[in-house]
């Protein structure tokens, strides 16, 4: 990690990742997935909600009000729940966006770190957490991830150690047993696209950039309006059949 510059403070990182996250939006409701390029583009789209859960894990550390953290995600998870169902072609209780397992890891780092909490306590809120989030994109992984970031806080190493464990031992097995080795016609080897969000993170510098009003508020509102345009695009535009066609 030493010869890698930090250079990025925490707004940056944050922008990349809502840029490459509408990108592998854009690239999963408007480009077939039984064509390689889709899964090319979708590379590099992995290792967006790795960076957010480390920021909801840092929020934790350096915000003045926990609950009224939590309580501002889990309103945006109601927010942009139509938004993604809508988008993604779910229906209103088959999945909801990884805002929702973004806030409950965010609950269960709270419970964790209190230490008047009953260990079994600590332990029954992690499995409800991860129990609730698991029909959301990415699942109760988001939520292992913000413990992992979390926890070991403080001590980078360690807590990439930990998102690499989690990664390669519980995320893709588990996309491997819900959608199988191949996605259509190709492997699934574009989801190891989350461990690029390690150089991206080893970037980071430990300053939050400039405090603004607009960067306070950016993801709560990029998020559902980003969903909100890839629908309207998706429902009065032909691009799903011209970028179709021409692959």
């Given at each position: 990690?030493?010869?890698?510059?930090?250079?990025?403070?925490?707004?940056?990182?944050?922008?990349?990742?809502?840029?490459?996250?509408?990108?592998?939006?854009?690239?999963?409701?408007?480009?077939?997935?039984?064509?390689?390029?889709?899964?090319?583009?979708?590379?590099?789209?992995?290792?967006?909600?790795?960076?957010?859960?480390?920021?909801?894990?840092?929020?934790?550390?350096?915000?003045?009000?926990?609950?009224?953290?939590?309580?501002?995600?889990?309103?945006?998870?109601?927010?942009?729940?139509?938004?993604?169902?809508?988008?993604?072609?779910?229906?209103?209780?088959?999945?909801?966006?990884?805002?929702?397992?973004?806030?409950?890891?965010?609950?269960?780092?709270?419970?964790?770190?209190?230490?008047?909490?009953?260990?079994?306590?600590?332990l029954a809120v992690v499995l409800v957490c991860c129990a609730v989030s698991y029909t959301a994109n990415w699942?109760?992984?988001?939520?292992?991830?913000?413990?992992?970031?979390?926890m070991f806080h403080g001590n980078f190493k360690r807590q990439i150690a930990g998102f690499c464990v989690v990664?390669?031992?519980?995320?893709?097995?588990?996309i491997l047993r819900n959608y199988g080795f191949f996605h259509e016609r190709f492997p699934q080897w574009f989801?190891?696209?989350?461990?690029?969000?390690?150089?991206?993170?080893?970037?980071?510098?430990?300053?939050?950039?400039?405090?603004?009003?607009?960067?306070?508020?950016?993801?709560?509102?990029?998020?559902?309006?980003?969903?909100?345009?890839?629908?309207?695009?998706?429902?009065?535009?032909?691009?799903?059949?011209?970028?179709?066609?021409?692959?």
């Amino acid at each position: 990690m030493g010869i890698i510059r930090k250079t990025l403070t925490a707004n940056n990182l944050k922008i990349i990742a809502a840029g490459i996250m509408f990108f592998d939006h854009f690239v999963s409701v408007f480009i077939p997935h039984n064509e390689l390029l889709s899964l090319i583009f979708r590379l590099f789209g992995r290792a967006a909600a790795p960076v957010f859960c480390y920021f909801i894990a840092e929020g934790y550390h350096y915000t003045s009000n926990i609950k009224k953290y939590i309580g501002r995600l889990l309103v945006l998870a109601v927010v942009s729940h139509l938004p993604y169902i809508l988008s993604f072609g779910y229906t209103m209780f088959q999945a909801t966006s990884v805002v929702w397992p973004l806030a409950l890891g965010l609950i269960a780092l709270a419970v964790c770190k209190n230490g008047r909490i009953n260990v079994i306590i600590k332990l029954a809120v992690v499995l409800v957490c991860c129990a609730v989030s698991y029909t959301a994109n990415w699942f109760f992984v988001a939520v292992l991830w913000i413990l992992v970031f979390g926890m070991f806080h403080g001590n980078f190493k360690r807590q990439i150690a930990g998102f690499c464990v989690v990664g390669a031992a519980i995320y893709m097995p588990m996309i491997l047993r819900n959608y199988g080795f191949f996605h259509e016609r190709f492997p699934q080897w574009f989801q190891f696209g989350i461990f690029l969000a390690v150089p991206l993170l080893a970037m980071y510098n430990g300053k939050s950039g400039s405090k603004t009003r607009f960067m306070s508020w950016f993801f709560y509102v990029f998020y559902p309006a980003h969903l909100i345009l890839l629908y309207l695009l998706k429902k009065f535009t032909a691009l799903s059949e011209v970028l179709g066609s021409r692959l």
